[in-house]
């Protein structure tokens, strides 16, 4: 699987109406190389480090695609839905949370970054499209976009290949993930084999895990 960088995005700290939190989900465009490190690209920042950036969230890639149905389920805010708009690092055509897998490992430029988790959208989308209901639309349908760990630092740019290199869960689609998440009660060995699975974030493995042991000890109908 090989695909190429269309844009790339990076942004400072700014307030996000109404209320005015500084946040780092307004991206610009960069036509040039940009050093990529443990905790993200060079010059990109985040507002609240509790729930955003780290080694775990270091970039984050979003299908330029989405954007169309988002446009379509918003047509009032249609003229800004374009790519970057929900703060991404990375935007592509062709690959989707259906065809991305948890671990996937891909060579991006210089760099080489493992797929760790699927964004969870927040109230934050709500306001920066001005549109209630937009980060709830975004969970139900699945098109979060996803987040990388960088395990080799480097430079990416613009135009450059984007090459899947390993693949160590190919039954775990980052669709697949998100779904079993939202299930109302998910079998929990579906559960404790997804929180195995190599790449995953480790917070996000450990809440499968406690998850999948609450239902064993919450039986349904109990």
């Known amino acids: 699987m090989i695909s190429h960088l269309d844009q ?7 307030p996000l109406p109404p209320e005015g939190q500084m946040t780092g989900i307004y991206k610009s465009p960069i036509d040039r190389p940009v050093g990529v490190g443990a905790e993200g ?54 690959w989707t949370e259906e065809t991305v897998c948890i671990g996937d490992v891909f060579r991006v430029g210089s760099a080489l970054l493992q797929l760790s988790q699927p964004r969870s959208p927040c109230w934050k989308i709500d306001h920066r499209l001005d549109a209630e209901g ?18 080799e630092g480097g430079a990416i740019a613009p135009g450059d290949a984007i090459e899947l290199v390993e693949r160590p869960n190919p039954d775990l689609s980052v669709a ?3 779904r079993a998440t939202l299930e109302h009660r998910p079998e929990p060995a579906k559960l404790r084999a997804m929180a195995a699975a190599a790449g995953l974030a480790p917070d996000k493995a450990q809440r499968l895990a406690e998850r999948a042991a609450w239902l064993e000890s919450h039986p349904a109908g109990s």
């Open 8 to 14: 790339l995005f990076i942004g400072a700290l700014r």
């Open 134 to 151: 937009a980060s709830l639309f975004v969970a139900h349908e699945g098109i979060t976009g996803w987040y990388y760990r960088v395990r």
């Open 41 to 94: 690209l060079v010059g990109d920042f985040q507002g609240d480090r509790r729930v955003h950036g780290g080694s775990e969230k270091a970039v984050h890639h979003y299908p330029a695609e989405h954007y169309t149905r988002l446009a379509q389920r918003f047509p009032h805010r249609a003229v800004m839905l374009q790519p970057g708009t929900l703060g991404e690092n990375l935007s592509t055509r062709g």
């Open 176 to 178: 697949t993930y998100w």
